[in-house]
Structures are given as C-alpha cells and as structure tokens.
C-alpha cells in the first residue's frame, strides 16, 4: 500500500497567518492526490482534487500544488472557519490512503 | 437534498457483529463508486471497503474476511456487514461518494459510531 505521511501533525495559527500542510507519499501518485477538511460532528468536505484543483464552492484562499510524492496545503490567510483538521488522500490505487492529519489550532 | 446517512452503529460485545446502512438521496448510489472510511477516537482516516459501480469490491486488510460491503439499488443504500468485531474496530464509520473515474471523495456522509467494547 501507499504511505502517506503528513506534517506538521499540529500547527499553531492566527487568523491572517499564511499556513502551509506538507504531505509525501511512499511511491509516486501522479496528481491523484485530494485534501479535505474534518471538523467534529460535521461531514469532512472535500477542498482540492488532482493535487491544484479547487473544488466547487470553496474559498480561493485554498490553493493546493505538487505532482509525484511531495504536495501542499496553503492557506493564504487563515480565516475562524478554517481551525480544523486537514488530510491529505491519494486516489492512485483502489486503497486510498490518507495522511495522518494535521490539527491547525488557534495561537 | 444531495445527502448521504449512515445509520446501524451502536454498542457490540467482541466477536459480534453489525449492519451499517448508507442511504443515500437525490442521487443513484449504483452510479458511483460508494466507499466506508472510519476514523477511530483520537486518530485519523482509515478506508476501509469500496464497491464499484459494477460491482466489484475491495477492501482494507484490516477487516478482509470479516466485513461486506453491499449494495441494494431499489432501497438506494449501501451496507457494510461486520463479522467478528474487535476493540480496534471502534470508531465513527462515515459513508462517502466517489464519481466513475479517477476521482476523490466529493461527498461523505456524518457517520455513525460502533463501539466494540465487553
């Protein structure tokens, strides 16, 4: 299977603050790779797809880039909403794995 | 509404088992790939099954052997069926949509919690 592995597993931020979430895989996923967004008691929301797409409806704050085995999460300047939890996932193979999560608390 | 629910969680001795439901609204399950992701307490996502729109499944090796996945088209549902249960298996279960094709997840439902627990 592939591993993928995320950091920071926590980050500290302001609202304003420009974040950025790491995530590597194991072996290269092309650009199947997609970022979603968890919150507790909520549906997670699905935020970037094939590594840069933005999905539908989300804020352009979101940007995601990378290709192979290292992508990004950027936030350009985090917003209340957006304290959350973030995984990474790639969809190359029918076993989609995720990231470990990264928690973006409030500083 | 375009929704997916997950019902069927609850509290299960080990060895036990449960049937977890997914129905889903204004849209045909038959049409999508339908996949289980669970996330135990304190931890991430885990994919767990996934059915195709033809009908072929897979599954994670944690829980090959011991869990189903399933679909009924009149009912517009998806099920997981789990056999032999254990503590690690808790966890909130969540029910997502992926379209045909090399896509993501673009839609998930809340879930529902199973607890396996003497």
């Known amino acids: 299977d592939i591993q993928m592995t995320q950091s920071p597993s926590t980050l500290s931020a302001s609202v304003g603050d420009r974040v950025t979430i790491t995530c590597r895989a194991s072996q290269s996923v092309s650009s199947w790779l997609a970022w979603y967004q968890l919150k507790p008691g909520k549906a997670p929301k699905l935020l970037i797809y094939k590594a840069s797409s933005l999905e539908s409806g989300v804020p352009s704050r979101f940007s995601g880039s990378g290709s192979g085995t290292e992508f990004t999460l950027t936030i350009s300047s985090l917003q209340p909403d957006d304290f959350a939890t973030y995984y990474c996932q790639q969809y190359n193979s029918y076993s989609r794995t995720f990231g470990q999560g990264t928690k973006v608390e409030i500083k | 509404e375009v929704q997916l629910v997950e019902s069927g969680g609850g509290l299960v001795q080990p060895g036990g088992s449960l049937r977890l439901s997914c129905a889903a609204s204004?849209?045909?399950?038959?049409?999508?790939?339908m996949s289980w992701v669970r996330q135990a307490p304190g931890k991430g996502l885990e994919w767990v099954s996934i059915?195709?729109?033809?009908?072929?499944?897979y599954y994670a090796d944690s829980v090959k052997g011991r869990f189903t996945i399933s679909r009924d088209n009149s009912k517009n549902t998806v099920f997981l069926q789990m056999n032999s249960l254990r503590v690690e298996d808790t966890a909130v279960y969540f029910c997502a949509r992926q379209p045909m094709g090399i896509q993501p997840f673009d839609m998930w439902g809340l879930g529902t919690m199973v607890t396996v627990s003497s």
């Open positions: 059915i195709y729109s033809g009908g072929s499944t």
């Open positions: 204004e849209f045909t399950v038959s049409g999508y790939y």
